[in-house]
């Protein structure tokens, strides 16, 4: 074997689209050989085109894919020894079940060893015979369970048939690896569930790597090996299933696997960390006075009699899903969910625990907003795809403004800051959304959106150039919501760039 | 105010009406006029000299070679057209859609006047190319019937289905002869069926471009002009036969893929 048992290997893969939408930026991953590896991600966030690129329908903008040690990025999809199940499908509707599954056996060529007249072997490459083809496409017909299919027209049969047609007709070629691109995305509940286990069982038999894109996690964490999740093109978290769940490594893929509870808290001591009032202890360590991210899962906190627990709360509500209740307690101006298999009466008190190692810190990504701007002829400045009041007095210690907008030093230099680059810094609690989308200064969607026990942290993006606002607000938005964003005008903070810096704008 | 109310039924009186008095009734004419002779007897007589005068026969043979050729020059122009048009990333394909739809909202008599002009530069005497001229000027009539059923078939073709063929092994001749062709059929068999039934009988083309060849078109104009109802209905009757037969064939073709009638303009 050589350097590395890795089947494929993706290194600082990026595409970028029509030139400046980014699609997938700095990929790294690589693959062990027979593995089960699914891509799991909200729509649009990268997992298909990465996937397209290894099948070879996209050609990366830059990077490297390996398969087996060899560079593949530019090879055409005829030439790799990958196949696709996709996710409408797309069998040939003008062949039968058969002529779609012996489409790839019937171009393969294979190497075969011949004698000429002089008694010299050589090798050619030759058509598969129409026995090894029949033989085989029985063989991919046994293994989805459909046999007896081949002469049925593909238009007669259900979704859930068509699927494993489709299965059957990338399986056939013996891949080296299967891409799945949300195959059961187009499939009712129960059949999916069915045709999880079926591919798993599949994969097992099969001994080939699976490379699976969903967007479900419920179906990631049910069926793979390694989970990459992947959010707005870059790679938050690659582990296995269990890791991805019990170690999120940040609030995205907390909240975006299964359910969390996410607080903001500080740490106050040598594993000890403080949020909703009151102290906890922890297992992750991290300086103290630090602000991070709590997240708590919903069945990692225990009921217990008032007083026994590190908290207490009032019961808001207790709604029966079947195995357990989903409790909200009300604990100040707090909420907090918990999932318990007892209930507890609505409108009562209850204590609450949660041992050490239910509690996952993280670092905080987002506590400040950060932007290029540039100053405008009104003393005003202009970023994230925005203009804004501020106050530009700030650049200059002890400056004022004349009454024609010229800013004059404490020297008492005058300056016009027309144009000049600035560093841009908000707090993300000084950003107030508004429904009225022109009242702001900038205004963009609702991309995304974390309950934090008192408060939502959303973030905004706008349409032009995609500049993200960060900010926190109690108050219950949706995403997508077109919305304005107003910053006081004292809340903005502003530097002068370093000299250099100023030169490359 | 009285509620005007329909039943289904009701609903389809307007078109059988239409249907009776122009389809039918003018049906059942042609039909008593190709059996019957000049003083109203039924007769087979117009039937028989139909067949046995190598004039007429000659001239029905000529009229389908002239329209075999037509469509096929048609299809082997408006395919890689119509190709290139619902294909391509090609940002000006609209344009090029447009140049030709155009000449179809410009007069027909008009057009094929133009024309003859530039072939009489082209050639001197128009008259020494009649078989030539009448492909090119059909040709030129009926371009836009054959590129828009294939370019609305192209155009709906699944791109995924492409991307799945090159996925299983098949480089981009394999792809286009063994999934685009096969499935751009319904498009190819409506366009062929748009072009081939008229430049059958359009011999307006053909006079306006002083041929003095005869297809079957020319033929029934003459005998009509002559009055001779009975002999002109007869091979008006023989082109329905005939095309009755082409459609039964090609719906036959295209009925294998149900959805693909819809390319139909």
Partial sequence: MGKSENIIELIDVKKVYDGDTVAVEKFNLEVKKGEFVTFLGPSGCGKTTTLRMIAGFELPTSGQILLNGEDISNLPPNKRPVNTVFQKYALFPHLNVYENIAFGLRLKRVEATFRNDKGDSYTKKIKLTKAEIDKKVKKA????????????????????QQQRIAIARAIVNEPEILLLDEPLGALDLKMRKEMQIELKNMHKRLGITFIYVTHDQEEALTMSDKIVVINDGDIQQIGTPTEIYNEPVNTFVADFI???????????????????????????????????????????????????????????SSVFKG???????????????????????????????????????????YTVNKYDGVITKTNAVEFGDGEFECDVT???????????????????EKIDLTGVAVDVEVDTHDIIMTDDKDAGGAQGNIISMIYKGDHYRYIVRTEENEEDYVLSCPDLWNTGDLVGIIIPKDKIKLSLKPAEGENAR | MKKLRFNRSQLCIPYAVFLILFVIAPLIVIVYY?????????????????????????????????????????????????YILARSNFKKKYV???????????????????????????????????????????????????????????????????????????????VFLRVT?????????????????????????????????????????????????????????????????????????????????????
């Fill in chain 1, 323 to 365: 195995v357990h209740y989903e409790i909200t307690v009300g604990i100040g101006k707090y909420e907090i969910t918990i999932q318990s298999t007892q209930t507890a009466p609505v409108g009562g008190m209850i204590g609450m625990r949660i041992e050490p190692d239910g509690i996952h810190l993280m670092q905080k990504v």
């Fill in chain 2, 181 to 265: 062709l096969p499935l751009s059929v319904p498009g190819i068999i409506s366009g062929m069926t748009m072009v081939l039934l008229p430049s059958m009988t359009n011999y307006v083309v053909l006079d306006m471009l002083y041929n003095s060849t005869y297809i079957m078109g020319s033929l029934i104009g003459s005998y009509f002009s002559a009055y001779d109802w009975n002999n002109g209905s007869l091979i008006s009757l023989v082109l329905l036969v005939i095309i009755f037969i082409v459609t039964l064939v090609t719906n036959r073709f295209s009925d294998e893929d149900s959805n693909g009638r819809g390319a139909l303009l």
């Fill in chain 2, 96 to 174: 090029l859609l447009m140049l030709f739809i155009l000449p179809m909202w410009i007069n027909f008599t008009l057009r094929i006047t133009a024309l003859k002009e530039v072939l009489s530069v082209l050639e001197g005497n128009i008259s020494k190319f009649p078989f030539l001229n009448s492909v090119i000027g059909m040709t030129y009539d009926f371009l836009p019937f054959m590129i828009l059923p294939l370019y609305t078939s192209l155009l709906k073709l699944d791109k995924s289905l492409l991307e799945a063929a090159s996925d299983l092994g098949a480089n981009k001749l394999t």
């Fill in chain 1, 258 to 316: 299964g359910e969390s509870n996410i607080f903001n808290g500080t740490v106050v001591g040598k594993l000890k960390v403080k949020f909703c009032g009151a102290t906890f202890d922890c297992l992750d360590d991290y300086e103290i006075n630090q602000l991070v991210d709590v997240v708590v899962r919903p069945e990692d906190i225990k009921i217990c009699p008032v007083g026994e627990g590190q908290l207490k709360g009032k019961v808001i």
């Fill in chain 2, 34 to 82: 190709a059996f019957t002779n000049g003083q109203g007897h039924i007769t087979f007589k117009n039937f028989a000299s139909f067949f046995s005068s190598t004039n007429t026969l000659g001239t029905l043979l000529y009229s389908f070679s002239l329209a075999i050729v037509t469509t096929l020059v048609c299809l082997v122009i408006a395919y890689p057209t119509a």
């Fill in chain 1, 394 to 412: 700030q650049l200059y210690k002890g400056s004022h403004l004349d009454e024609e907008g010229y800013l004059i030093t404490a020297e008492g």
């Fill in chain 1, 141 to 160: 017909l046994e293994i989805v369970d459909l046999e007896g299919f081949e002469k049925r027209s593909v238009s007669t049969l259900s979704g859930g």
